[in-house]
């Protein structure tokens, strides 16, 4: 599991540079022509026929109407939008806060009816208390160079965990148990974070599991990722969220997740770990 964007991210992207190439056959044109009409620097039509540089969509109107080729703008455009949105870098989606991106995802939580959540490096976002989400918001802010809205987003993303509690939801989480014991912030609300895991654990549509440090591994420890029912799994790395769609891809992170799972402790014994580190904190 890396970082780099997916195989279908990779793919779709290099269609739509197909697709500019091939448009610019058909009318006759050379990429310096190109480049020339649409006041460019030679270099950048290759970039963009090459899939090196993905295009805005005032490149692609302008591509298009270059070739003669004005009325396939929009579906080229739509086409760009779906590839891009597979992997989206972090700095591009909070260039103006974190807020707009919780938000963003209130559609698709409330449409999942099962949620499968493994989150390796902090608690996950669907039991985050406010105190907590802020800190965690805060320090993401800061690292890139976003503007710091922890608060409004510390609050959007409260609003969008309403499904914990509402609606016809089943959730499936795991955490590995360093991260219960991970100073994100203060004693008392790391205390009052833990806490509210463990009230979470009791709600009927949650399942909690804890992967222990002591755990025989058959799995090694991954990025943090969510699947959504069996349509999307979307994986957290540090310079960006990937969004796949791809069955095949999928389907991986299904076997991963299962192969996690098999290795967590759930209940009483889950409840154990949450206590012992909550202990630390006192």
């Not at 509210?196 to 755990?215: C, N, R, T």
Request: with cysteine; glycine share 4%.
């Amino acid at each position: 599991m890396s970082a780099s964007p997916s195989p279908a991210a990779h793919e779709a992207r290099h269609a739509v540079a197909l697709r500019l190439r091939e448009m610019r056959y058909a009318s006759g044109l050379t990429a310096s022509e190109v480049a020339a009409r649409c006041g460019w620097h030679k270099a950048k039509s290759s970039r963009l026929e090459n899939a090196r540089t993905s295009p805005s969509d005032s490149d692609i109107r302008a591509w298009c109407a270059a070739c003669g080729a004005l009325d396939q703008a929009e579906d080229l455009i739509a086409a760009s939008r779906t590839a891009e949105s597979m992997y989206a870098e972090w700095r591009r989606l909070h260039r103006s806060g974190i807020r707009h991106h919780q938000e963003a995802a209130v559609p698709l939580y409330d449409r999942t009816r099962l949620f499968r959540v493994y989150c390796s490096n902090v608690i996950p976002g669907l039991l985050q208390t406010r105190a907590y989400a802020t800190a965690l918001l805060s320090a993401i802010n800061r690292f890139q160079g976003t503007p710091d809205d922890a608060d409004e987003a510390a609050d959007a993303r409260l609003a969008r965990s309403h499904v914990i509690r509402e609606g016809r939801h089943r959730f499936l989480l795991l955490v590995e148990e360093v991260v219960l014991r991970y100073h994100l912030t203060g004693p008392g609300p790391m205390t009052a974070q833990l806490d509210f895991l463990l009230e979470a654990m009791a709600l009927p549509a949650v399942s909690l599991g804890v992967i222990p440090l002591d755990a025989r591994r058959s799995m090694w420890p991954l990025e943090t990722f969510m699947i959504f029912d069996e349509e999307r799994a979307q994986v957290e790395t540090l310079s960006a969220e990937i969004n796949i769609t791809a069955p095949s891809e999928i389907r991986v992170y299904l076997k991963a997740f299962d192969q996690l799972q098999q290795m967590a402790v759930y209940g009483d014994k889950a409840r154990r770990l949450v206590l012992c580190a909550r202990a630390a904190f006192e």
